[in-house]
């Protein structure tokens, strides 16, 4: 139960806005990672935007969740940081060739700018709930950094695998 001294509190109402923020930003995302997956040329890249297409939905429910526990209604405030970073995105698509792995190695630059805005903003977001003591919150957000982290990472591993040798080599 959030007291409403909390309620009222202006760093509560700031974490509020922040998350509503980052609701938009998760919706953005999953819109954008099926364009991804048609984009990429390498079959591992695709799968692993594939992968986090459905991580991705489940990062929205976890946030919904969120929401409900400091009983607060879910909805999205347009994060024009993310909104940057995606139209970004579709510019390095547009700059770069199909079927390359340029395509690849520009995309992965893409997506690890996604991820670590939601690494950030997780990690944040984790910590304010913690301070607030709003603990199944603070939970869940911890779930959904670690699973951005774990993607940052595989998107390292296949850069480092082949496709920026790849690239070189085109
Ligand atoms: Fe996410
Ligand atoms: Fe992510």
Known sequence: MISDKMKNSDFHKFFIDELKDLYWAENAVLKELPKMQEAATSEELAESFAKHHEETKKHISRLEKVFES??????????????????????????????????????????QKIEHYEIATYGMLKVFAAHMGHKEAENLLAETLDNEKATNGTLTGLAERFINKQAVAE
């Open 70 to 111: 400091l009983g607060e209604k879910a909805e999205g405030v347009k994060c024009e940081a993310m909104a940057g970073i995606l139209k970004e995105g579709k510019s390095i698509i547009e700059d770069t060739t199909k079927d390359t792995m340029t395509r690849d190695a520009g995309l992965i630059l893409a997506a």
